[in-house]
Each structure stands twice: as structure tokens, then as C-alpha cells.
């Protein structure tokens, strides 16, 4: 029992041990992703926004073009019976929150893309956070990750002119018929002349949740109070939206309505590219005020990650996995700008 | 003087075997979530935490009961390399089981992120320092990984090829002490 093995029995014994060993390290580097299927990763998707726009370090992989503003937001408590985050009682919650332009490229013109974004932080007097990120599409064209991708390879600027291939934009969305309703949005789509009289939406769906426990799922949209313009035809002024907004903030604050829509059963609460009947019941939540302006990529928003999964308690996630994927390349996109931070000292 | 113990104490064995299970999953939880963007992604990540908050409060406990508690000494017909070794292993294993819990929360503080159980931030808001702990998050887990590699052969060794009692003395079952003192 107790001698040391020798010969033939302890060679077997230590080939034994060190296939055990092997197999730990074989099932360790199966769950890491580097052995066996390459499943879509966030590393890849930040990998291809990279490709496509180049490379700008310190800037964030999308929406890299922005601005930090604050204020706070003011709740009318319409909403406190959906759902006890303290968001929707408190009088008064203090907001940090960034405009942007769509696309990983920060040196865009502001009007030269039709999507823009609005992210917002949250700090309720509970000690919760909510961060959310909205777009002025009501909805996405794809209803997963890997379609999501597709799009975005679909989307590869021609060589020649610039600018993504039409034919190929074309196939992409004959081969997505789930797109139709983003394609009308695109097609109808008036662009304001200003972030203060863009509508901002959630996008993915959440679910509500109340005192008593009850769920509501819900989208939410940021309407604003400022009229309505068109942009006019052509501008010249690359920082057209950024110019606007300063202008704006320093006559006085800008304002918008937390409009929560309720999904009816049957909804599709984890499709993004589905909207719900026009008819569904609103709530209109408080007040969204604006008052402040940072210098261009300067202020407190800079150094946060809005991870639309920082949710405070009474808000919680819908089962989409666009939402899921978003705070995964959200959370890459951020580990890889502060790396380019740090190494490089990159800011942008 | 009483003699040394042939066995760790119950409560060691228990902490050693429940907080092996835990890190073993931690670590395939960490490197795998990172990697993914399903909704898994967004369970993972509270799983992760949640679990390594656990493991905090047990290093701690087991640091105490480490220093605390008599313990079996390591064989002594090992040689000097061996058991130089076995030491600093054991070393890095407490220190990396300490370190990656204060890291993961020093990093979510430094990255502005909201923390589980509103604990309070470790460090002050700071992208640079965030890249710098998050880059050793992850390079000291598969440290972490290999040490406890290096640590499984090497207790499969004793229990093995050399057949000393190294391994029945963190067995968590009740220990048979016949064999041991037979040997005598």
C-alpha cells in the first residue's frame, strides 16, 4: 500500500493521470471558444465594426461620434404602479447621458448617417442605476445576433465608391423578409434637424415589474418637446448636430417624455424587428430634462459602458437576444478602448 | 506537545473540497462567458459574480482556519525541490484565491460599473486602471487554472505512484486511519 510504484505499473499510472489532466485543459479551452466550432463571438462583431470603419483607438466601436450632456429626469409616478424601480417615484433623478451618430467611424459627418442614439444613466436615490441605450429606429431589422452580423457584413463598404453595395443590401434583405417593417421605417424616415427633436427608442422590449410582482413588458421611447423640422438638403458643417445642441443648451434646457408602450399577450416581446399594434396603451412616465453640455468626448459619459443590462430593481430583461448580444459587444467595445486607454494613453 | 494531525481538520476538508468545486466552475464560467452573446452571457455574468463573492468570504474563513489550525506536515522523505514546491504552489493558490474576487470587484469599480449588493465602490472610477485590472483578471485565471492543474497531478501523484497519505489527508470522507498507523 504504501511503497512507491516502479516499472511498467507506474507508467501507467502517470499516462492515466496525465490524460486526466489533458482532458481538464481540453474541456477548458472548449468552453474559452478556441477549440472546436467558432460560434459568433463579441469579440468578432467589435473584430468587423473595426474592419470596416478602421481603427480609432480610445474611441468606442460604435456610435464613436457623441457628446455628454446631463440633467435629470422628473417622474410624474404615472408609472409606479407598473413597476417599483425608484425611477418611476422619485421626484427628481439625477441623468449623465451621450448623443451620438451611428457608425464605429468618430470623424463622420453628423448628418451624414441616419442613425442616432441617445444613452442615458439613471441614479435613483435607492443606490440603483439604469442605463439605457435608444436609437431613433422604433425597431432593428433582424431579430438575432448571427442576422445581425450578416447585416453588418452585408454592409461592407465597396472599395470603389465608399459606400455598401446595393445589390448586396438588396439580397440581404430579400434572404430577411423579418427586415420589412425596419425597410418602411427607413423609407418614411424624415430626419430632424437636431438631436432635441429626434425621438429615441428602446428597441428591445423589458419587463416591468411592480410591487405586488406583476410583469408588464414594455418599450419605451424618449418623445421630445421641441418641434418638428426637416434637416435641411445638404449640410456643411460636418459637426452640424453638436453645434446644434450646444447652441440650443446654452438658450436654455431641452426636454423629452418617457413614453413607456404596454405589450398586449401575444406580443412578440423578444423580436426587435417586430413592432406592436399602433394602438397599444401608453404611459406616459415623467420628464427627461436636459441642461447640459460637455466638450466633444469629455464628461462624465465617456468613461461608462451603457450596457442596456443595467437595470435597476423593477426592470428586468426580455428574453431577446439582441439584448443579450448588445451588453455582451457592449462590455468588448469598452474593455477595448480603456486597453487602448491605458496602453496608449488613446482618448478620444 | 501534541502530535502533529495525520488528516486536515472536518472544517478545512469541507472548505477545500466545496470552495475546489466552486473555483473549478468559476473558471469555466469566466472563460466562457466572455466568449458568448446568447442570453447565457447575461445569466453567466450574475452567476459569476454571485459566486465569486461567495469565494471571498471563504478564502477568508480558510486563511483563518489555515493559520489557525494544526495541519499535517508534508511527508518527510520528500525532496527539497518537491517540497519547496508543494509550499509555493499552495502559496500562489491562496494568494490567487484572494486576489481574483478583490480584482473582479476592484475592476467593476474602476470601470463605473453598479455593483451586486450595492457594495461599496474599491476604487475610484478610472478607465486606465479598469483596462489594467481587467487584463489581470484575466491572465491571472488561467494562472489560476494551471496552478490548480499543477495541484491535481501532484495530489494524483502522491495518492498514486508515491502512495503516501498526502491525499488521505484532505479526503473528504472520514478518514481510515488503519493503514496509516500500520505503517508504523
Not at chain 1, 94 to 116: E, L, M, Y
Not at chain 1, 251 to 279: K, Y
Not at chain 2, 100 to 125: C, E, R
Request: aromatic share 8%; proline share 10%; glycine share 6%.
Amino acid at each position: 500500500m504504501s511503497t512507491p510504484l516502479h516499472g511498467l505499473p507506474r507508467a501507467l499510472r502517470l499516462a492515466a493521470i496525465g490524460l486526466v489532466l489533458a482532458t481538464l485543459a481540453a474541456g477548458f479551452a472548449y468552453a474559452a471558444g478556441w477549440i472546436g466550432s467558432a460560434a459568433l463571438s463579441p469579440k468578432r462583431i467589435i473584430d468587423t465594426f473595426e474592419d470596416q470603419a478602421g481603427h480609432f483607438p480610445g474611441y468606442r466601436k460604435n456610435h464613436a461620434k457623441g457628446l455628454c450632456v446631463s440633467g435629470y429626469f422628473l417622474s410624474n409616478r404615472q408609472a409606479e404602479s407598473l413597476s417599483r424601480a425608484r425611477v418611476f417615484s422619485q421626484a427628481q433623478v439625477p441623468v449623465i447621458g451621450r448623443f451620438a451618430i451611428g457608425g464605429a467611424n468618430p470623424h463622420s459627418a453628423d448628418t451624414s448617417v441616419p442613425v442616432r442614439s441617445l444613452a442615458l444613466q439613471l441614479s435613483s436615490d435607492d443606490g440603483e442605476v439604469w442605463r439605457t441605450g435608444m436609437n431613433t429606429p422604433p425597431v432593428l431589422a433582424v431579430s438575432t445576433p448571427e442576422a445581425f452580423y450578416q447585416q453588418v457584413l452585408a454592409m461592407t463598404p465597396d472599395p470603389a465608391t465608399g459606400k455598401p453595395d446595393p445589390a448586396r443590401m438588396q439580397a440581404f434583405f430579400a434572404a430577411h423578409p423579418e427586415s420589412a417593417a425596419f425597410r418602411q421605417w427607413a423609407k418614411d424616415y424624415k430626419a430632424p434637424d437636431s438631436f432635441a427633436n429626434s425621438s429615441f427608442n428602446s428597441i428591445n422590449a423589458f419587463a416591468l415589474v411592480n410591487k405586488a410582482g406583476n410583469r408588464q413588458y414594455v418599450r419605451w421611447s424618449l418623445m421630445p418637446e421641441t418641434p418638428f423640422v426637416a434637416l435641411p438638403g445638404p449640410v456643411d458643417d460636418p459637426q452640424y448636430l453638436q453645434h446644434d445642441l450646444q447652441q440650443r443648451l446654452s438658450q436654455g434646457p431641452l426636454r423629452w417624455n418617457l413614453r413607456l408602450t404596454l405589450a398586449a399577450a401575444g406580443d412578440p416581446v423578444d423580436d426587435p424587428s417586430q413592432p406592436w399594434p399602433a394602438e397599444r396603451r401608453t404611459v406616459d412616465a415623467g420628464t427627461l430634462v436636459i441642461n447640459h453640455v460637455d466638450p466633444p468626448e469629455q464628461g462624465a459619459c465617456r468613461d461608462l459602458n451603457f450596457d442596456p443590462l443595467i437595470l435597476p430593481s423593477g426592470i428586468e430583461p426580455s428574453a431577446d437576444p439582441i439584448l443579450a448580444a448588445r451588453s455582451a459587444a457592449y462590455s468588448e467595445s469598452f474593455n477595448r478602448r480603456s486597453r487602448e486607454a491605458a496602453q496608449l494613453g488613446a482618448r478620444p | 506537545m501534541k502530535p502533529a494531525p495525520v488528516a486536515f481538520h472536518p472544517l478545512a476538508r469541507l472548505l477545500h473540497w466545496s470552495m475546489a468545486v466552486l473555483i473549478i466552475a468559476m473558471l469555466f464560467v469566466g472563460v466562457s462567458m466572455i466568449a458568448d452573446l446568447s442570453p447565457r452571457h447575461t445569466l453567466l455574468i450574475s452567476v459569476h459574480k454571485a459566486i465569486g463573492l461567495a469565494l471571498l468570504v471563504l478564502v477568508v474563513i480558510r486563511i483563518i482556519l489555515r493559520l489557525t489550525l494544526p495541519h499535517p506536515p508534508v511527508p518527510t522523505d520528500l525532496p527539497p525541490l518537491q517540497r519547496l514546491a508543494a509550499g509555493a504552489s499552495h502559496l500562489l493558490l491562496y494568494a490567487l484565491m484572494l486576489a481574483m474576487p478583490l480584482i473582479g470587484w476592484g475592476m467593476l469599480s474602476a470601470g463605473g460599473y453598479p455593483l451586486p449588493l450595492q457594495l461599496p465602490a474599491l476604487l475610484p472610477h478610472d478607465l486606465q486602471l479598469y483596462a489594467v485590472l481587467r487584463r489581470a483578471h484575466g491572465w491571472l485565471a488561467y494562472l489560476l487554472f494551471a496552478t490548480v492543474l499543477v495541484h491535481l497531478g501532484a495530489a494524483l501523484v502522491h495518492a498514486l505512484i508515491r502512495r503516501d497519505g498526502v491525499l488521505r489527508s484532505m479526503w473528504p470522507g472520514p478518514i481510515r486511519r488503519q493503514p496509516l498507523e500500520a505503517k508504523e
